[in-house]
């Protein structure tokens, strides 16, 4: 019989984050600190605008584009919040997700051979994605000394005269990181001196820590060139409601636009629904979860300090990004060991990237008492570890 797989998939590896994830859910006494996803509910005022829209039998398709009231929404969110002005109705399109704006953008822009610039350790989608789409990933390997933050320099030398995007992946998952205005400025100044494009995953927006957040879109010459993704899975805790958007030049748009309707059709019309009240009424509930974030990320940091675990320190998102080095494993057979002895899963940081080597992912997008247990587990690991030593 004939392979009737496709080659190009079959060499796509299939996600690292999720292996620890599988054991630990067949495993008693066992916490996980390895997935991204907010452990707060829903706003209930969200939930109840769900149940609402059901109860008025509004189950049908919405717009391709997404619902015309959420899309303004939306539009009145990013001036409000990051200065961004765009056009609801031709510069905007609602998604399956923050992972569907990525798939069908890179698809709409790439065409084979075009060189998308990855920086890294970073979400697991774009590598995969880019190739899928026929373009080139070409990694720029993100340092810890310059705290994982993308600097000019690394992007200058980097782009060819193949190069057609920059991926921007900030706030960062798996690191944490930040970029400041003072650095998507000079990022900025060198796409426009190379005339190429960029993807900004602005998805951990709202889960910042040292000042407002900036988006590249908002600096002079760049919401032209920008396609801004986001959603509601991490600010509103509405993972599973699978809900994004994509904001770029209308151009951009149409033929993204093209994919999700023969793709997708459209998002499910009852998380549109939901997510009109949640960007319009919930910005308190946001902010409360950030800052509970926040004191969770203090707390890490200063457990790590007390267990002389090195890690910078992060202003994004909900993970931490140490470093395992000093053991002398590698990052999966620091998690195994981990999960085996003290029951407690993490993320090897090379799911994220080769650079991401010699670290571990871990979310506090979890309990405090949850965070507790664990960081206890962990401590009792590497004081064991070091007596080996």
Known sequence: MRDPLNKTIREVKPSG???????????TDAISLGVGEPDFDTPWRVRDEAIYSLEQGRTFYTSNAGLKELKEEIAKFLDRRYSLTYDPY????????GSEAIDIGLRAMIDIG?????????????????????????????????DFRLTAEELEEAITDKTKLLVLPFPN???GAVLERKDLEKI????????IFVMSDEIYSELTYLDSHVSIASLPGMKERTVLINGFSKSHAMTGWRLGYACAPKEIIAEMLKIHQFAIMCAP???????????????????????????????????????????????????????IKEFGMTSDEFATRLLKS????????????????GFLRI???YSLSNLKEALGRIEEFIGELREEM
């Open 188 to 195: 900025a100044e060198v796409v426009i001196k190379h005339d």
């Open 90 to 97: 031709e510069e905007m399109l609602i998604t399956v997700g």
């Open 173 to 175: 998952n798996p690191t």
């Open 269 to 323: 019309t009852t998380s549109q629904y939901a997510a009109v009240k949640a960007i319009r009424e919930c910005d308190k509930e946001v902010a409360e979860m950030r800052e509970e974030y926040n004191a969770r990320r203090r707390y890490l940091l200063q457990r790590f300090r007390e267990m002389g675990l090195k890690c910078f320190e992060p202003f994004g998102a909900f993970y931490m990004f140490p470093s």
């Open 342 to 357: 003290k029951k407690v899963a993490v993320v090897p940081g090379n799911a994220f990237g080769e650079c991401g080597e």
């Open 114 to 146: 075009d060189e998308v610039l990855i920086p890294q350790p970073s979400y697991v989608s774009y590598e995969p994605c880019t190739i899928l789409a026929g373009g080139k990933p070409v990694i720029i390997e993100l340092k810890e000394e310059n």
């Open 363 to 365: 979310s506090y997008a």
């Open 17 to 27: 984050i999720r292996k620890f994830f599988d054991v630990v859910s067949e495993m």
